[in-house]
């Protein structure tokens, strides 16, 4: 098997690669880590994290039996693993996407499909007569009679994807979930950072969560690694019916989430204020990026994430770009080895210092390779 492979980790780079948020945790957070006490350590910690789903009950509004704590939600996904696939059987999601999933079906001997996303919706809508209330994006509809015929027990839906950071509108999930004799996981790890059509973030309403009690087959999945700026924390959540996280609650590991991340993700829920700020930071930073990548004559899906997803026009540029920017300190995510990325550089949005630099840095490489075919002799 391959192992999966995470981005590059330099020292003292400019990290826009793994799209971690660009500005630290709340305070709160800090406050509550640094007041653990001696018997916090000493002792094991709430092997269900019932504060941290306490906390997540409220934010969410369900109930607190409809949530599982993971060590990360990697350990929410191999929590739904273990719990509804055994060696033999099949999973499947949407191509290209995040590939963990397929590094966790490897482990579980569980063949898993991909199917290509489709350049228009998917005509099993329009046969069953929903009308789309729009946000789907051109190359990146849900291919929804692919993965119903592959026979799927689990499906793995991202949304907002990875790495195309596209949104899959909810009347296309639902049809999806109506239809699949089988699990639909909803993997919002990046959907804070989605918008409204006046541009402001869209809270609950492009979640799949307000609607869990429609589809007893649904799991959805948060992490705390995006905007809530605790990626070294390790945290996850996992929302699903109460039967369902009942049954998975068996085959969890015994105590996953530890005590100080326990006490971290219980304040950074609660802190709403500095999460709200995250988010709208990053959106900002996010509107500056785009205008400046503009004048590249670059393209992207629209984006719904923390990240972008640049199409720069062939595979020997973005290697160039990609080289050029690691070397001056700045790391972006570069697909060479596969051919349906290979013309692409994944960017995470940081700090607007960061930005700045990552633009100048591609200005300058791209002047210099206008001035290299400037004085390049012409055939004659």
């Known amino acids: 098997m391959k192992a999966y492979a995470p981005g590059e980790q330099i020292k003292d780079a400019i990290k826009l690669n793994t799209n971690e948020c660009a500005w630290g945790p709340s305070p709160e957070v800090l406050k509550a880590v640094a007041g653990v006490t001696p018997d916090q350590l000493r002792l094991y910690p709430s092997p269900m994290a019932d504060r941290v789903r306490a906390a997540a009950a409220d934010v969410f509004q369900v109930t607190a039996d409809q949530v599982l704590v993971g060590n990360g939600s990697d350990d929410c996904l191999t929590v739904i693993m273990r719990s509804f696939l055994e060696p033999g059987d099949k999973c499947a999601c949407p191509w290209p996407t995040y590939s963990l999933y ?4 490897t482990i579980q001997g569980v063949e ?6 489709l350049e228009e919706e998917d005509p099993l809508l329009a046969a069953k007569g929903i009308t789309s ?6 190359g990146h509809h849900l291919p929804i009679s692919a993965l119903l015929d592959t026979g799927a ?18 009347e296309q999930l639902d049809l999806l979930a109506s239809q699949l004799e089988g699990v639909l996981v909803v993997d919002e790890a990046y959907i804070d950072y989605a918008c409204d059509a006046a541009g402001q973030p869209a809270g609950l309403a492009m ?6 009690a429609s589809r007893d087959n ?4 948060r992490t705390f690694s995006k905007s809530y700026s605790m990626a070294g924390g390790r945290l996850g959540l996992m929302f699903a019916s109460e039967e369902l996280i009942e049954h998975m609650n068996k085959v969890k590991d ?10 971290a993700g219980e304040a950074a829920l609660r802190d709403r204020k500095h999460f709200d700020w995250l988010v709208r930071e990053t959106i900002r930073e996010r509107d500056w990026v785009e205008a400046q990548l503009v004048q590249f004559g670059w393209t992207w899906p629209k984006t719904s994430a923390n990240f972008l997803l640049a199409e720069v026009g062939s595979k020997e540029l973005a290697a160039r770009l990609y080289a050029r920017l690691k070397a001056e300190g700045v790391l972006v995510r570069y697909w060479g080895s596969r051919p349906d990325l290979w013309t692409k550089l994944r960017i995470t949005i940081g700090q607007r210092s960061s930005n700045e630099k990552f633009v100048g840095i591609v200005q300058k490489a791209l002047a210099e390779d206008d001035g290299a075919a400037v ?3 012409r055939n004659v």
Do not use: E
């Open 218 to 221: 649904v799991i959805v999945l």
């Open 153 to 170: 027990k689990v499906i793995f839906i991202a949304t907002p994807n990875n790495p195309s950071a596209t949104l899959v509108p909810l």
């Open 102 to 105: 397929d590094t966790l079906a």
């Open 133 to 138: 209330s729009g946000g789907g994006v051109s």
């Open 207 to 212: 979640s799949w969560i307000p609607r869990l």
């Open 112 to 117: 898993i499909m991909h199917c290509d996303w």
């Open 254 to 263: 015994s105590y996953n989430v530890n005590a100080l991340t326990q006490v």
């Open 375 to 377: 004085k390049r002799p």
